[in-house]
Nanobody, 119 residues
Framework: QVQLVESGGGLVQAGGSLRLSCTAS????????MGWYRQAPGKQRDMVAT???????NYADSVKGRFTISRNNAKNSVDLHMNSLKPEDTAVYYC?????????????WGQGTQVTVSS
């Protein structure tokens, strides 16, 4: 059974920072690309950042230069460091396991963690 558990969300003022963490179980973590997605109220779930097994990263244009994704294969974890947060970053953030077709594997989602950025 695949489990992804996110943590680290919260309320922060604009310009502040947060670190999100996701711990995975039930998968061979080191062989998968991992990702962070987010969903704001009334909007679709969008990719924020992904990291391959070799450590190559990809970011949404809206977060480039502000967010950093990292992974620790020994701990089966993937983090998202978020700096210079903006109110438009407010969303529920989800950890995802990325399939070979470069999209999240259906059903392999965490429960999400709320990030709220106040202006």
């Amino acid at each position: 059974q695949v489990q992804l558990v996110e943590s680290g969300g919260g309320l922060v003022q604009a310009g502040g920072s947060l670190r999100l963490s996701c711990t995975a179980s039930g998968i061979i973590f080191r062989v998968f690309t991992m990702g962070w997605y987010r969903q704001a109220p009334g909007k679709q779930r969008d990719m924020v950042a992904t990291i391959t097994t070799g450590g190559s990263t990809n970011y949404a244009d809206s977060v480039k230069g502000r967010f950093t994704i990292s992974r620790n294969n020994a701990k089966n974890s993937v983090d998202l460091h978020m700096n210079s947060l903006k109110p438009e970053d407010t969303a529920v953030y989800y950890c995802a396991v990325i399939g070979q077709n470069k999209i999240p594997i259906p059903g392999y989602w965490g429960q999400g963690t709320q990030v709220t950025v106040s202006s």
